[in-house]
Each structure stands twice: as structure tokens, then as C-alpha cells.
């Protein structure tokens, strides 16, 4: 016996569904508000950004805003079978693609996306996160190449603190993402001299911030801006005077 004496019908048609199909239709799209602001506060609980996320993020500035072709080149390094689990296939494949990144750097330091069918103005941001593979390691030869990245986003720093010294609609995107590079190689304690450049790139961050914490920008470019401020206050940035 069934509830209500209902018996289903899989042709039961609710009367004024097309009227309300028709009416959702027809309903103005609705911008997405702001939620930086609310992260920021999570953060500032939480002290930890989810793994994934960033990671989804680091794909998304190679796939949506660089250039597919890069992304492609760069992971083809890296994605390995069940066959190929062994140590020396990993250490080979890791050295392929430090071996591909340095042979990618342009004289002047920084890494151009021009080169695999990317856009010219995310070159700051293709710059940090090459950087961020290559001082992950402690090995010399890997450090002359990210320090020869980091003088050339020094060189290109506005005297407001910005990595974006061309403006553009991915300045900030450009910026977060040049200043969480800096940050994690400073970290290791091996580039001492990045303090001065780090201090005005996170107080040119915190500058843009609205009343709310955010900056009124996409989720992407947000999230690298709120996991910038996350690692610059774990490294004491206030207590440095950033």
C-alpha cells in the first residue's frame, strides 16, 4: 500500500511545468558575488589551504590562461603508468623535466608561454611556478636558474610592489602567483635577499584588498592572492614589517 494512494507514472506531466521551464529560461544571469573575503577569514582559521585546490589552480593558470600546449609538454614528464613505478623511472622522468624547464628559461630569466601557443602577458605567472619546481630542490645548478627568475621579477617591480609591471586584466593573477614563488623559495633560506622585494609584494597585495578582504577578482587569481597572505603570515610577515 502506498502513502497518499500514489502510484507512479513515469509519464506524469506536473501542470505549469513548461511555464516554469519557460521562466527560468528567461530569468537574467546573476553575477557571482565576491567570496575572496570569506577565504580569507577560513584561512586565518584554518592556517591550511586543500591540497587539490591548489593544485587545480596551478593546472588551471597552464590550461585556461597560458597555454594548453605547455601544460601538455610540462605533464607528459610526469604521468607514469602502473608499469613504470620504479624508483629509477621516477628519477629519470623528474630529471627530463628540470632538465626541460631550464632548456625552456629565456636569457633574460623569466619563461615565456609565447613559446608554446600561450598568451605573452601570464609570462610573470609561467615564471613563478617554474620557479616553485625548480628551488623545491636543493641543488645548485636548479638554484642559479630560479635566482636568475627571481632577478628578472625584481627587475620588472613596480615601486608600489607589483610583479604585473604591464598592466593588464591578469596583473593581480600575474602578481599572486609571482609573489607565492618568492615566498617558497625564501622559505628554503637559501635567498635571503628576496626579504626587501617579498615585503613590498605583500603589501601591495594586502593594499588591493576591499572592505570585505577580498579583491573583487576571479576565484582563480583570489586564491592565489589569499594562499600568498596565508604563507606570508606563516613566515611572521608581520613580525618583519611586511
Not at 594548453?68 to 622522468?93: D, N
Amino acid at each position: 500500500m502506498t502513502r497518499n494512494n500514489f502510484k507512479k507514472n513515469d509519464d506524469l506531466e506536473l501542470p505549469g511545468y513548461e511555464d516554469v521551464l519557460t521562466l527560468l529560461r528567461s530569468a537574467p544571469e546573476t553575477k557571482w558575488r565576491d567570496i575572496s573575503g570569506d577565504v580569507m577569514v577560513k584561512i586565518k582559521r584554518r592556517k591550511a589551504v586543500n591540497t587539490f585546490v591548489l593544485r587545480f589552480a596551478v593546472a588551471a593558470v597552464f590550461i585556461i590562461v597560458i597555454g594548453t600546449p605547455f601544460f601538455i609538454h610540462f605533464s607528459s614528464f610526469t604521468q607514469s603508468g602502473a608499469e613504470e613505478q620504479k624508483v629509477e623511472v621516477a628519477e629519470s622522468r623528474m630529471q627530463s623535466t628540470l632538465e626541460f624547464l631550464i632548456a625552456s628559461q629565456e636569457i633574460d630569466g623569466m619563461w615565456s608561454p609565447e613559446r608554446w601557443g600561450g598568451s605573452a602577458q601570464y609570462a610573470t605567472a609561467v615564471t613563478g611556478i617554474a620557479m616553485m619546481s625548480l628551488a623545491s630542490l636543493d641543488d645548485a645548478n636548479l638554484d642559479n636558474s630560479a635566482a636568475l627568475a627571481a632577478a628578472a621579477l625584481r627587475a620588472s617591480q613596480t615601486t608600489g610592489g607589483n610583479f604585473a609591471s604591464v598592466s593588464s586584466e591578469a596583473s593581480l593573477l600575474n602578481h599572486a602567483v609571482a609573489t607565492v614563488a618568492m615566498l617558497q623559495i625564501y622559505s628554503t633560506g637559501r635567498f635571503p635577499e628576496l626579504f626587501t622585494v617579498l615585503d613590498g609584494a605583500v603589501n601591495y597585495i594586502r593594499s588591493r584588498q576591499n572592505a570585505a578582504g577580498g579583491w573583487s577578482e576571479g576565484y582563480g587569481a583570489s586564491l592565489w592572492l589569499a594562499h600568498a597572505l596565508s604563507l606570508a603570515s606563516d613566515a611572521g610577515w608581520q613580525d618583519k614589517g611586511g
